[in-house]
């Protein structure tokens, strides 16, 4: 079976400060790895993707992964009350594309003002 | 931009009754996927496609069948519907391919009385 773990939450963090959304997965085979964030009552939306080790920076939003310890994680900086939602860490084990995301149960974020 | 189109937003249905949920999208995927998302319980694979006329269930197929007649057409099929498949459906649609990511649909809110 193959699993994603994310920490529920909800994480508060003030305005302004960094929030660190973390992520592991059991399959050492997964290849690409993605994070989603889901207003309440929205679909999810993707953020973030990355395939390799190491960091990947987009605006105020990093992702990292560390595929050794089976772990990605999503930074947030400079936090705004608009990043308040659930986000999703979403990961395809196969290379060959027709695996389907396999989905953690989230981590609610709220930013306050 | 990436259009996924769900066919209904809400959805009220009678116990028993046949219910069709359709999905559309517009950036000619090979790959359609059907979720539902439960509070606590995250986001669950129901069936997904690969290909027309292909189908691959997913971790919760029972009570669901899925008809893919046209590339860009997903339809999910309740066949009896129950109390307990009141839910938010997500329809989701992506490339064959390494690391691509999904795109989903606005959501579909059932609830089955």
């Known amino acids: 079976q193959k699993e994603v773990e994310q920490n529920s939450g909800p994480l508060s963090v003030p305005e302004g400060a960094i929030a660190s959304l973390n992520c592991t997965y059991s399959?050492?085979?997964?290849?690409?790895f993605f994070w989603y964030r889901q207003y309440s009552g929205k679909s999810p939306e993707l953020i973030m993707s990355i395939y390799s080790n190491g960091d990947k920076e987009d605006g105020r939003f990093t992702a990292q992964l560390n595929k050794a310890s089976q772990y990605v994680s999503l930074l947030i900086r400079d936090s705004q009350p608009s990043d308040s939602a659930t986000y999703l860490c979403a990961v395809i084990l196969s290379l060959s594309g027709n695996t389907p995301l396999v989905f953690g149960k989230g981590t609610r974020l709220s930013v306050i003002a | 931009d990436v259009k996924v189109t769900q066919s209904s937003r809400y959805l009220v249905k009678r116990t028993g009754e046949k219910v069709f949920l359709e999905c559309v999208q517009d950036m000619d995927h090979e790959n359609m996927f059907w979720y539902r998302q439960d509070p606590g319980l995250g986001l669950r694979l129901i069936y997904f496609s690969y290909d027309v006329k292909m189908k691959e269930k997913g971790d919760i197929p029972e009570g669901y069948s899925v008809s893919r007649e046209k590339k860009e057409r997903f339809s999910l099929i309740l066949e009896s519907a129950s109390t307990n498949q009141t839910s938010m459906y997500l329809c989701?649609?992506?490339?064959?391919?390494?690391?691509?990511?999904?795109?989903f649909g606005q959501g579909t809110r059932l609830t089955v009385v």
């Open positions: 989701a649609s992506s490339f064959t391919g390494y690391g691509t990511e999904a795109f």
């Open positions: 399959d050492r085979g997964s290849q690409s």
